[in-house]
């Protein structure tokens, strides 16, 4: 191992012994300007290799890892709310929307229903999921604990229009004085075949009135086939088509690059469980209107691995959340041109159905997107209730004299 | 997207529709012949990509991910026990030894001892953490629910002793009839930078008595310095040493490919938070005799993330379960020579401490090690009790006619 005995390193050992000799408050291990350009000898020493002419497998893959730094890793707790958001029984409050925070309120957007589910059955009026016969609701809270329920937002449609049988996992977008619900939306039958669509509202207030758009913005691929004709067998296919072939989920609206932004999570027809668990992908389609027509991003699918939605703005690019399915499962991504996303951290866990507090977009400060947000909790199958998550990152002692991470920037 | 259209798929698919057009019975999608030898254009499809002239970067890295099946890939419930086993304030009992059959009973060895902690503090005498004034207790169930337990295999050493200020987190090994624990072994006094060893006890039943071995038989490598005197800094260093400079861990002993295998979490003195977290990595040293002199390999670290050791033998080799730490937590992996591990599986999460179930060593089929064992939870800061966890791997229905996964073997 190296031994370093310069006097510059002595000297500053001596200014550091004496400003932390017993130093035990706890700082931020995240530094803003902790970050990594090691060199091949400094990575080895880091990584505690005891023989670098013995790699083991796992080592090499180590010093194959990109540099990378330490910003965005960080954890989540989550806790109870308070009012109307408590847990109650017999009502279903789920997939909260990003927060908006305007004039001393928070304001968020959910899902709502009521009553048990029955799963798939032979009788398609039966409520399958806590998410069928769901309207979009809104709620108001002062100190992003106790919240106020308020009313729908969107409402099911009439019989026989592309929403009617649920409007759903809804998203807010506010774009220069005005308001968009994004949301899923499904029409009767409910059964495990059906292809989901994706709706739009928009209002020049947050208290709405909601004005429908009366075409759906978004549709799975048409690309794949079913193979014979149960209705709930989700798996059987002669081809599978697109990541999105039956599922189109969890848009989330923005304005990215001069162009509407709809990001999306895509469920694919015959989707298989791979040596990383279920496979999930998301996508991006684009428009100059918010009420499309929404095109389809060549490069989908855009990620690999993942489940909800959870997106932000930050340096100028899109970060995304990557949780619950596939190898990717638990990673902090980002892309400049919000298709081609990187790796930046790989983290423990994260809370499911995130509703990031918008105001946190384009921070400096990495990990800033994650200080509160929304999430939800199932009490049981069949009732599920908003929480909320606050995110930090992790503390430690003051690091050492000589091994303090050098900045890449 | 192909379109498959031969005689042949049309054949098939007849038959699957007749065979399980309206089947909803769950069937495991883990069979053993589930593998995976895609083509590229079968990749492409799978993967869902839509248009292979336009690969986003995410894309890309799945379409470089090894080949890899799915046999590895699952997840674990945990439950409380019962007599002994269930939580009792006061008393902590935690970190699990493997669990060993014998005469009808299950036979775990585990970390017992009582009252709070205090962390460290300027009085070396207070308790530190649960693992501080620890004996090694055994305790025996006939059905693996309902547990009773007996007393210390393993107690402290007499004052000067090496491992005279605690003996914890012990592990079983069963060879040619005689039974050995190892564990870790602190001695006096129980400060931040104490660097503990691996100690070893003999017995020709598992009933004990316990026969101490006198010398310890692993201890942290000596090429890290300290930087001051602050005895409860352990990230001040003047240089970091080996991944093991501070800490020996979870001691796991085991005999493969001739020689005795004594794999280890180590702990790097001033390990750094990381893009992933905590540093944490594992080693292996071997010996032609349990009591050592064990030599650490070369390869050393054997791994780039984890936590716990949680090991078994499978298809003549060792596998590892990764979890906790580093950008590879929750992984599965599989060494064909007990050093230069593989990743198999990418999961969600896994128990803490696992205690595994060793007459599952060597079975043929995969996850099976992971059918039941033990595991621990914290019911606070102060008391820990022992749980069990139940592995299994999860359940679809019967996949496509086409899009079964070839088989690579």
Chains 1, 2 share one sequence.
Not at 22 to 33: F, G, K, M, R, V
Not at 151 to 177: C, I, L, Q
Not at 279 to 288: L, P
Request: hydrophobic share 30%.
């Amino acid at each position: 191992m190296k031994f370093l005995t310069t006097l510059g390193t002595f000297l500053t050992s001596i200014v550091f012994l004496n400003a932390c000799g017993s130093n035990l408050t706890a700082q931020s291990a995240i530094e803003s300007d902790v970050c990594l350009n090691e060199s091949y000898d400094e990575k080895i020493e880091r990584l505690g290799i005891t023989n670098e002419k013995y790699l083991s497998t796992a080592s090499k893959r180590a010093l194959a890892w990109p540099d990378r730094n330490n910003n965005w890793y960080g954890q989540f707790r989550v806790r109870d709310l308070k009012g109307d958001f408590a847990y109650e029984k017999g009502v279903t409050r789920r997939d909260p929307s990003s927060v908006l925070y305007e004039d001393g309120l928070y304001h968020t957007w959910y899902s709502r229903s009521v009553g048990p589910s029955k799963g798939f059955t032979d009788n398609f009026d039966d409520k399958t999921w806590p998410w069928d016969y769901t309207d979009v609701w809104h709620a108001t809270s002062k100190d992003g604990i106790t919240w106020k329920e308020h009313k729908a937002a969107v409402e099911r449609g009439k019989a026989g229009e592309f929403d009617d049988r649920s409007v759903f996992t809804p998203e807010v977008f506010k774009h220069e004085d005005t308001y968009y619900l994004v949301y899923q939306t499904v029409k009767s039958p409910y059964i495990q075949r059906v292809k989901n669509q994706v709706g739009i509202s928009s209002s020049s207030s947050p208290w709405g009135p909601w004005k429908k758009h009366p075409e759906p913005i978004l549709s799975p691929a048409d690309n794949g086939q079913w193979l014979g004709d149960d209705p709930h067998n989700r798996f059987s296919v002669i081809n599978k088509g697109d990541f999105d072939s039956h599922k189109v989920h969890d848009p989330y609206l923005t304005f990215f690059n001069g162009k509407f932004h709809l990001y999306y999570k895509g469920e694919q027809m015959g989707w298989e469980i791979t040596f990383g668990g279920r496979e999930i992908r998301h996508g991006v389609a684009t428009s100059d209107s918010p009420f499309g027509p929404f095109t389809k991003s060549p490069f989908n699918p855009i990620s690999n691995s993942g489940h909800e939605v959870a997106i932000w703005h930050y340096d100028g690019g899109i970060g995304s959340l990557i949780t619950t399915d596939g190898p990717e499962r638990n990673t902090v991504q980002w892309a400049k041109d919000g298709v081609n996303f990187e790796i930046l951290a790989n983290i423990k866990s994260a809370p499911h159905a995130m509703g990031l507090l918008r105001k946190n977009d384009n921070s400096k400060q990495p990990f800033k997107i994650f200080d509160w947000g929304l999430t939800h909790k199932y009490q049981n199958k069949d009732y599920q209730y908003i929480q909320r998550f606050d995110g930090s990152q992790p503390k430690r002692s003051k690091t050492s004299a000589t091994y303090k991470l050098k900045c890449a920037d």
